[in-house]
């Protein structure tokens, strides 16, 4: 072989050896970007302004660790809606319609009710019964109720998440801010009145705590009841009239705790155990023979409450005896398993 043709055929070997690295430096660099950015969208912290916060980026945590902690619990179904990724978004910012909502006033602040709370109840359950009295639950007992829920369709954030987000008084107008909301709208004091009943003192005997995650809820329960429990909720009905169709059964006493869903852009759970209640599951029958079953919770002792509450206008009494009421079918009862 000449020296030319030598000369040729090295030429045409390193050309052709410099494009191929060139092409696989390219084809690597462009693959590398690729995982780079899935890496970094992984990796990045929480972004901190809603423009940026949309439903759609965020996925909601999974009954994994629920399982972990609860692996002899069945997941409540009310819990279990919030763990389906699109069926509610994980925030929404239009949570303030009070008429949706008036019955969970009833529920977490049910030692002081205000004239305005009493009026937006009255107003969402005209000819319901709200409040009865103990010996009221009874085979036979006729009642008009209306099964509502807290009206929040929206889920649980990751606890990285929720816990990366204020959750206090004092930053108000930053939680404003990062939600994008104005100061005097009906959300801004929805979101106060919220964390301030968060942040109200305890009332005798009662022990509450306000779960920003799915982790924290199940940790304040299990710390306080162990893993051996059973989760229920009042099933959904349609407003109409009820009878009680059998014995009522009791589920838990002062060791239950009462999780409250409450109005807010992502999934908030307001966590009480309070002294002296009874909690009961009652099957109702109703009119159109719609069967349910309903939880329901008896304060045992009201002396304590506000002689002006609402519970005792309605039932025409003083502070003092047996007072009893039906949880919204977002609410969760934690008792121990034995029951």
């Known amino acids: 072989m000449s020296p030319a043709t030598t000369c040729s055929l090295l030429l045409l070997f390193f050309l052709t050896l410099s494009l191929h690295i060139n092409f696989s430096t390219a084809v690597n660099s462009i693959g590398v970007s690729r995982r780079t950015l899935a890496v970094a969208a992984d990796t990045v912290p ?21 399982y972990s902690r609860l692996p002899n619990t069945p997941l409540p179904k009310a819990l279990g809606y919030l763990l389906q990724p699109g069926h509610y978004p994980s925030i929404n910012t239009e949570f303030a319609n009070d ?18 709370h009493e009026k937006a109840i009255k107003s969402s359950f005209p000819d ?58 009906k959300e801004a004091r929805v979101i106060r009145d919220a964390i301030g009943g968060c942040e109200d003192p305890n009332m ?27 989760v229920l909720s009042t099933e959904a009905g349609k407003k109409q009239e009820y009878t009680v169709s059998a014995e009522v059964r009791m589920i838990g006493d002062d060791k239950a705790a009462v999780c409250h869903k409450m109005r807010y852009p992502y999934a908030v759970h307001y966590c ?37 509450h609402m519970a005792f206008k309605v039932l025409k009494i003083k502070p003092g005896p047996a007072v009893c009421h039906f949880l919204d079918s977002d609410t969760l009862i934690w008792v121990p398993a034995k029951y």
Not at 134 to 152: E, V
Not at 283 to 290: K, N, Q, R
Request: charged share 20%.
């Open 99 to 116: 008429n949706v909502s008036a019955s969970v006033q009833i529920s977490y602040k049910i030692y002081k009710t205000s004239a305005k």
């Open 46 to 66: 929480s972004p901190k302004k809603v423009a940026t916060f949309f439903p759609s980026d965020i996925s909601p945590p999974t009954e994994k660790y629920w």
């Open 204 to 230: 005798e005997g009662e022990e509450k705590f306000c779960a920003t995650s799915l982790e924290s809820l199940i940790d304040f329960n299990v710390e306080g009841l162990g893993q051996n429990v059973r």
């Open 128 to 185: 319901s019964t709200i409040f009865y009295l103990y010996n009221d639950i009874h085979p036979g007992k006729r009642m008009r109720i209306r099964f509502a829920n807290s009206g929040t369709k929206v889920s649980f954030l990751t606890r990285q998440v929720a816990e990366s987000i204020p959750f206090t008084s004092d930053k108000i107008p930053e939680i404003l801010k990062y939600f994008a909301l104005q100061v005097n709208s």
């Open 272 to 308: 009480h155990v309070i002294a002296e209640t009874e909690v009961y599951e009652v099957p109702l029958v109703g009119s159109d023979g719609t069967k349910v079953k309903a939880v329901t919770v008896c304060h045992l002792n009201t002396s304590a409450w506000s002689p002006d």
